[in-house]
């Protein structure tokens, strides 16, 4: 009893933790985004901002029941799917509207976050059997830390080429790596559910 007490705290401090730093991290990048016509960093900030939510659901999870926890890792590949579907839609409106990212703002960006989104997934991945929502959580910072070198690499095709699409190419592919996590916690999820139904 005072083992699951002490681990449901560390949990608890863990999630804390990535939460304030991905909150943190998605204003950085939303702000550059902005200042830096930046897709890429756009893309990375709003999915910095869904992971904080899901953080979020997850400590509400924490302390209830098994279901909770499903349900909000479900609610989580949700989130994950509809972000992946805004930032489709912004890449297509930079594509036939034009942009002109710049590049040296999204490699300091990148090179930033990716620090900040290794130290979530190292604290995340000390956790002992995580259960579902927990494993939703390291999918997000995984994505997100792989979403990082991407930034990096098209910060510098743009700074050198002079040219938007390798930060639209990165703000597409970023989506598509949305949907993949997205696809991989709803079934993670769906089979916890089915577990626990037998």
């Known amino acids: 009893m005072a083992e699951d007490i002490a681990k449901v705290k560390d949990e608890r401090r863990t999630l804390w933790i990535v939460l304030l ?3 943190a991290i998605a204003a950085a990048f939303l702000i550059t985004g902005a200042m830096g016509d930046s897709s890429a960093l756009i893309a990375n900030g709003l999915d910095n901002l869904s992971d ?3 953080y979020a659901l997850s400590l509400v999870a924490l302390m209830r029941g098994m ?3 499903t349900r909000a890792a479900t609610a989580s590949g949700v989130m994950l799917l509809i972000f992946a579907a805004g ?8 594509y ?16 930033v976050a990716a620090v900040v989104n290794y130290a979530c997934l190292r604290l995340l991945q000390r956790i002992e059997q995580p259960d579902v929502n927990l ?13 990082n070198g991407g930034i990096l690499i098209a910060g510098v095709l743009v700074w050198w ?8 190419l990165v703000g597409f592919a970023t989506a598509l790596i949305a949907i ?15 577990q626990q139904e037998v």
């Open 96 to 111: 036939l509207q034009g942009s002109e990212p710049i590049g040296s703002t999204m490699m300091i960006m990148s090179a």
């Open 135 to 147: 494993r939703a959580a390291t999918t997000f910072s995984f994505n997100d830390f792989i979403s």
């Open 21 to 23: 730093l991905n909150a």
């Open 52 to 54: 904080a939510a899901v």
């Open 67 to 69: 279901k909770w926890k």
């Open 180 to 194: 993949k996590g997205g696809i991989e916690i709803l079934r993670d999820a769906r089979q916890e559910s089915r």
């Open 161 to 168: 080429l002079g040219t938007n699409w390798p930060d639209l």
């Open 87 to 94: 930032v489709l839609l912004d890449v297509g409106r930079r």
